[in-house]
T-cell receptor
Framework: DQQVKQNSPSLSVQEGRISILNCDYT??????FLWYKKYPAEGPTFLIS?????DKNEDGRFTVFLNKSAKHLSLHIVPSQPGDSAVYFC????????????FGTGTRLKVLA | DSGVTQTPKHLITATGQRVTLRCSPR?????VYWYQQSLDQGLQFLIQ???????AKGNILERFSAQQFPDLHSELNLSSLELGDSALYFC???????????FGEGSRLTVL
């Protein structure tokens, strides 16, 4: 049962344009969401997070949007840069005392120069 | 550098064998998580420890076990290894039982 889904395995975007990565979840109890970026041969690194009490969180070029009714979140990268080329994972957790983070399968972003 | 150290980085072994993967969390982090990433798969949650105690369990096989020691480092033991156990095993830590995870670089296990 895949509770967190990233339905696009890959995405290519021109440098300078917007990258939009999507993530859907099925468990309405999830109340904290994170995005991680992973380069080859490295561990995932934290990018940005959002709590379910918000619908938007911004950090520089990265913005995460949360649509609770649709159980959908998205990561916007503006403007996209070649160094953003990586695999992006979304993750979700439930604040029930057992914080196990459930990750999606990832989206490979390629930013073309 | 996330501050999370995993050893070994690479490990090749045969079916039926047993291996131990080690993780040292960031200084001061009490919580340790183990994840498995098989080829082209997402990060599958295995198990979480918080200050020495098991906190949450995911899809961890009975052949696998883990523990967190008083100095907060953790070990993941994989036994009776099968070809399908070949994967990247990541350890992550966080300061509390919640919050942002910091990942190590992973231990790549190859079972031949």
């Amino acid at each position: 049962d895949q509770q967190v889904k990233q339905n696009s395995p890959s995405l290519s975007v021109q440098e300078g344009r917007i990258s939009i990565l999507n993530c859907d979840y099925t468990n309405s109890m999830f109340d904290y969401f994170l995005w991680y970026k992973k380069y080859p041969a490295e561990g995932p690194t934290f990018l940005i997070s959002i709590s379910s009490i918000k619908d938007k969180n911004e950090d520089g070029r990265f913005t995460v949007f949360l649509n609770k009714s649709a159980k959908h979140l998205s990561l916007h990268i503006v403007p996209s840069q070649p160094g953003d080329s990586a695999v992006y994972f979304c993750a979700a957790s439930v604040a029930s005392g057992t914080y196990k983070y459930i990750f999606g399968t990832g989206t490979r972003l390629k930013v073309l120069a | 550098d996330s501050g999370v150290t995993q050893t070994p980085k690479h490990l090749i072994t045969a079916t039926g064998q047993r291996v131990t993967l080690r993780c040292s969390p960031r200084s001061g982090d009490l919580s340790v998580y183990w994840y498995q990433q098989s080829l082209d798969q997402g990060l599958q949650f295995l198990i979480q420890y918080y200050n020495g105690e098991e906190r949450a369990k995911g899809n961890i096989l009975e052949r696998f076990s883990a523990q967190q020691f008083p100095d907060l480092h953790s070990e993941l033991n994989l036994s009776s290894l099968e070809l399908g156990d070949s994967a990247l095993y990541f350890c992550a830590s966080s300061a509390t039982a919640s919050g942002e995870l910091f990942f190590g670089e992973g231990s790549r296990l190859t079972v031949l």
